[in-house]
């Protein structure tokens, strides 16, 4: 090592230091769906969303932009006037369990059994 690169830092020394990175958060949303027929275009549902997940289009209706962005907080939902918007969250690895466990309690064994 030259003296001149003893006081540097790793970065300034030219190695490149392997940072741990956070995971990218999922996005607690499977999808959104807008239901074409039932919406007017109003906007509302545009205008409402905290985190510009949902945009309009050039005919004038909304469309999903950035699902990542999504936080499933159902504004979006709650406010449409025309019920045309959906959001579907993911479920749980907990809940899932517990549904399966209460199908296998209410399932009615076959004869051989
Ligand atoms: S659920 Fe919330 S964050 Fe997601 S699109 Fe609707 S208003 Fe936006
Ligand atoms: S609030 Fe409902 S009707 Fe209005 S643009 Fe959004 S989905 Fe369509």
Do not use: H
């Amino acid at each position: 090592m030259k003296p001149e690169e003893v006081n540097q830092s790793p970065e300034e020394a030219g190695e490149i230091r392997q940072q741990e990175q956070p995971k990218p958060k999922r996005s607690p949303v499977r999808k959104i769906d807008i239901f074409r027929a039932w919406c007017k275009g109003c906007g509302i549902c545009v205008a409402f969303c905290p985190r510009e997940v949902l945009a309009i289009d050039e005919a004038g209706y909304p469309y999903v932009k950035d699902l990542d962005a999504c936080t499933g907080c159902g504004w979006c939902e709650i406010r449409c006037p025309d019920f045309a918007i959906t959001v579907e969250r993911r479920r749980k690895r907990r809940e899932i369990g517990r549904e399966d466990e209460k199908k296998a309690s209410q399932r009615i064994p076959d004869a051989g059994e």
